[in-house]
């Protein structure tokens, strides 16, 4: 039986392309969205069954588009790694970090793009959990917690469309974003989110995990 369709949002670099090619390496078809197709990052060396599309989040048009193009894909995983963690726009830092994610989700999942019991998943941040915060969040934190707090608004009507919707902490990762200084690989981070997407059940919807499988406080 043929593995079933993924999507990775975000995908030209880091994390997102790390996710990518370990399902095309474990024999999925990937959907994987990066700003330009002509020139895709990382996933330009990519081997196995890859389906570039074009979308700069932001677009709200574009957005939608790609959900109809997706519909009735029937994909097992929808992942959301789209984000950034600098600008010089903190309402930037919202529409990309907190708005698009969920807009993006609502699209596909109107489209019938996701099947019944697939994963949804939102790249999300240790940095964005208010629970325990004495400290300002700063702009990213606060992207990060709205989406957080966004995801919770809608977490029991996606339950009621057939899903599993969580968020997800990637882990403090070696990458453009996280530094040479942080402790996990792309690898690490992107195979353990892999192992905790496959072993989801409803029970563990709409709730908050780390990249190896633990729960973290909101």
């Given at each position: 039986?043929?593995?079933?369709?993924?999507?990775?949002?975000?995908?030209?670099?880091?994390?997102?392309?790390?996710?990518?090619?370990?399902?095309?390496?474990?024999?999925?078809?990937?959907?994987?969205?990066?700003?330009?197709?002509?020139?895709?990052?990382?996933?330009?060396?990519?081997?196995?069954?890859?389906?570039?599309?074009?979308?700069?989040?932001?677009?709200?048009?574009?957005?939608?588009?790609?959900?109809?193009?997706?519909?009735?894909?029937?994909?097992?995983?929808?992942?959301?790694?789209?984000?950034?963690?600098?600008?010089?726009?903190?309402?930037?830092?919202?529409?990309?970090?907190?708005?698009?994610?969920?807009?993006?989700?609502?699209?596909?999942?109107?489209?019938?793009?996701?099947?019944?019991g697939g994963v949804?998943?939102?790249?999300?941040?240790?940095?964005?959990?208010?629970?325990?915060?004495?400290?300002?969040?700063?702009?990213?934190?606060?992207?990060?917690?709205?989406?957080?707090?966004e995801f919770q608004?809608?977490?029991?009507?996606?339950?009621?469309?057939?899903?599993?919707?969580?968020?997800?902490?990637?882990?403090?990762?070696?990458?453009?974003?996280?530094?040479?200084?942080?402790?996990?690989?792309?690898?690490?981070?992107?195979?353990?989110?892999?192992?905790?997407?496959?072993?989801?059940?409803?029970?563990?919807?709409?709730?908050?995990?780390?990249?190896?499988?633990?729960?973290?406080?909101?």
């Open positions: 039986m043929a593995a079933p369709p993924i999507l990775v949002v975000g995908a030209s670099r880091g994390i997102g392309a790390e996710l990518a090619r370990q399902y095309l390496a474990a024999g999925h078809q990937v959907h994987a969205t990066v700003r330009d197709v002509a020139a895709p990052g990382e996933l330009a060396t990519a081997d196995g069954d890859l389906v570039l599309h074009e979308l700069d989040v932001r677009d709200r048009a574009r957005a939608s588009e790609l959900a109809a193009e997706l519909a009735g894909a029937e994909l097992a995983v929808a992942i959301h790694n789209a984000g950034i963690n600098r600008s010089e726009s903190p309402a930037e830092m919202q529409e990309v970090n907190a708005a698009a994610p969920i807009r993006l989700v609502e699209a596909l999942l109107e489209a019938g793009a996701i099947r019944r949804v998943a939102i790249m999300t941040s240790q940095m964005g959990a208010r629970q325990g915060r004495t400290e300002r969040l700063g702009d990213y934190g606060e992207s990060k917690a709205v989406l957080n707090d608004r809608r977490a029991a009507d996606w339950g009621r469309r057939n899903v599993i919707a969580v968020v997800v902490h990637p882990g403090w990762v070696r990458t453009d974003m996280g530094g040479d200084s942080a402790p996990l690989s792309v690898e690490e981070s992107a195979a353990g989110m892999r192992t905790l997407f496959a072993g989801l059940t409803p029970t563990e919807h709409g709730r908050f995990w780390t990249w190896d499988g633990r729960e973290h406080p909101w």
